[in-house]
């Protein structure tokens, strides 16, 4: 198909100035808003003993959430590639569930689960509270991320086959062995980039984490969850604009991150 | 270094194992691990939220979902939802074309633009909006709280949907075929239509699909740009919100049980021509 050239410009002017006024034009206004005042004004902001506790605490988060779905992810790829059983297309939609599923629906699912009314309100019964607590919190993550882990060390599984691991227990591994130094090694870099997007939507998960946070500031608040509030509590633009910013060199680290995982995946 | 097994009997209880292993994958440790994950991570939140729903009955479901604030939020999410799912198709696949087709200086740059959507927090996508849509517009633009911002922010976070699914058809489409129906007289919107279209269409659905089950659950990027007027800009999520602040514990359940069987509803059928595609090409090989 030959365009003309004034009908090429025209699709590629309608798409460029889609984008622009769409994506590149309202984050660069931010990034503009954020360094007007130079970058001791946006620093202030950061550092805040509010913006701090909500760093350390969307990095716990992170800290618990991500190596239980290394564990259980991994653990359920292999259940989901080796296993022969019943119900396997069952298990598969299961693990793409949290794709579906609104993030305020989790949080309003967990409340009713954990919750004081909830079907296990005796946990909170027993002084450990779920909801409105850290414990929740990680809960509404590792929902969210579920797939992440599982989607990308699965192909990889079927990829590498079983010959490799069938030959290392003829040869006497143990199931361990096998795992440490055959599995473990073949599926790094698909694992890896599933952690850095475990990672990248936990740092930025909001509406399940706001359901069932306390959102007390510079206690139970996160990234997402500060700068949410520092615009709508605090009136405070200029803060929200620096919170914002912060999250969005985080999100940037991530896409770089991903070109280059990407690159080292399909080489090796 | 791996142990080599000495004896005759080692190396047959090896073969064993590694046959066993071979039929019965991870053994039944490795999937009781993985079914009780799900179950209480995925599972039994979403079982507790459905049965809530139905606390007081079907009828009770049914009132839950007809209250006037209810449907019109309902009726909102999928309206707007439906907007934006049609200009994702018109412009995500103008897009990916652009991006395959045409060559410009920076053509990189706008590519890895389209990912950003996905990368940035939802709660930033909606400042971002404000900034150039809201009450401290440089241009005196004001959509702050209004349904055309509805649209905006969620246009921003589906962006990616319709452009990355076509992006790889459209480096796949053989150009002989379109350069043949060109030697042959055919018109540029007849090659379009006739057999561009075609080959394109399974993946602009699949896309308008995701950006529309995304677009009807979501609640980071409009909470501050949406104003969450009820009846006029509220969307489910903000009504589910809102419903659970105040004990209303069944008409929230009710809601997002709605939500979920529309998505399950709109994946089901996106499915469905998934595999139907694949058994024509299937065919046609």
């Known amino acids: 198909m030959r365009i003309s ?24 206004l931010i990034l503009l808003r954020t360094f007007e005042d130079g970058f001791g004004a946006f620093w202030e902001q950061v550092t805040t003993p509010a913006a701090i506790s909500a760093l350390s605490l969307s990095l716990v988060i992170v800290a618990i959430v991500v190596p239980l779905n290394v564990v259980f992810g991994v653990a359920t790829a292999l259940a989901l590639v080796r296993g022969r059983f019943r119900g396997r297309g069952v298990v598969q939609a299961i ?29 909170e019964d027993t002084g450990f509270k779920v909801i409105f607590a850290l414990p929740g919190m990680v ?81 139970s608040q996160t990234l997402t969850l500060l700068v949410h509030s520092r615009y709508i509590d605090d009136h405070n633009e200029f803060g929200a ?28 | 270094m791996l142990e080599a097994p000495a004896t005759g009997t080692d ?23 993985a079914t009780l994950w799900l179950s209480v991570i995925v599972l039994l939140p979403l079982a507790a939220i459905s049965v809530k729903a139905f606390d007081d ?14 449907r019109a939020a309902l009726t909102v999410t999928v309206a707007v939802s439906a907007i934006v799912a049609l200009v994702n198709v018109v412009m995500g696949t103008l897009i990916a074309w652009v991006l395959v087709r045409d060559d410009f200086p920076g053509k990189r740059i706008v590519n890895a633009l389209i990912d950003l959507p996905f990368a940035l927090p939802t709660i930033v996508a909606s400042i971002v909006l404000l900034s150039l849509y809201g009450p401290s517009s440089p241009f005196d633009i004001q959509l702050n709280a209004t349904r055309p911002a509805l649209v905006i ?33 055919a018109s540029n919107l007849q090659i379009f239509r006739r057999i561009v279209l075609p080959t394109l269409a399974p993946a602009i659905l699949s896309g308008a699909g995701l950006a529309f089950t ?51 509803a709109v994946l089901f059928v996106l499915r469905i021509v998934g595999h139907r595609t694949a058994r024509r090409e299937e065919q046609a090989r």
């Open chain 1, 5 to 28: 050239r004034p009908a090429t410009l025209t699709l590629r002017t309608v798409a460029l100035v889609y984008l622009g006024v769409l994506v590149a034009l309202p984050i660069g």
């Open chain 2, 214 to 264: 995304r677009a009807i659950g979501e609640y980071g990027s409009v909470v501050l740009i949406g104003g969450g007027i009820p009846r006029e800009t509220e969307v489910a999520s903000q009504y589910i919100q809102k419903q659970i602040e105040v004990d209303r514990f069944v008409n929230a359940a009710a809601v997002s049980v709605a939500l979920l069987l529309i998505a399950f």
């Open chain 2, 57 to 70: 009955g079907l009828s009770g479901f049914v009132d839950a979902i007809d209250a006037p604030s209810a």
């Open chain 1, 95 to 123: 693990v793409d569930l949290p794709f579906a599923v609104s993030p305020i629906v989790v949080g309003a699912s967990l409340i009713l689960l954990w919750g004081a009314e909830g079907w296990f309100g005796f946990v």
């Open chain 1, 139 to 219: 809960l509404a993550t590792i929902f969210v991320t579920l797939p992440f882990v599982v989607r990308e060390v699965e192909p990889v599984l079927h990829e590498i086959g079983e010959e490799q691991e069938q030959a290392a227990a003829t040869l006497g591994a143990s199931r361990w062995q096998t795992f440490w130094r055959v599995t473990l090694p073949a599926i790094r870099w698909g694992l890896t980039y599933g952690v850095v997007l475990t990672v990248a939507r936990a740092l930025g998960e909001f509406g399940a984490v706001i359901m069932v946070s306390a959102g007390v500031a510079g206690e």
């Open chain 2, 11 to 33: 190396v047959g209880s090896a073969r064993r194992r590694a046959g066993l292993r071979a039929a019965g994958g991870v053994g039944p440790l490795g999937l009781g691990v």
């Open chain 2, 153 to 185: 922010a969620l246009l921003f976070v589906t962006l990616p949907f319709v452009v990355r699914a076509v992006q790889p058809v459209l480096l796949e489409l053989d150009r002989e075929i379109e350069e043949a129906a060109a030697s042959l007289g």
């Open chain 1, 241 to 268: 604009y620096a919170a914002s910013t912060t999250l969005m060199f985080l999100a940037i680290v991530t896409l770089l991150l991903m070109t280059v995982l990407d690159r080292k995946r399909h080489s090796a």
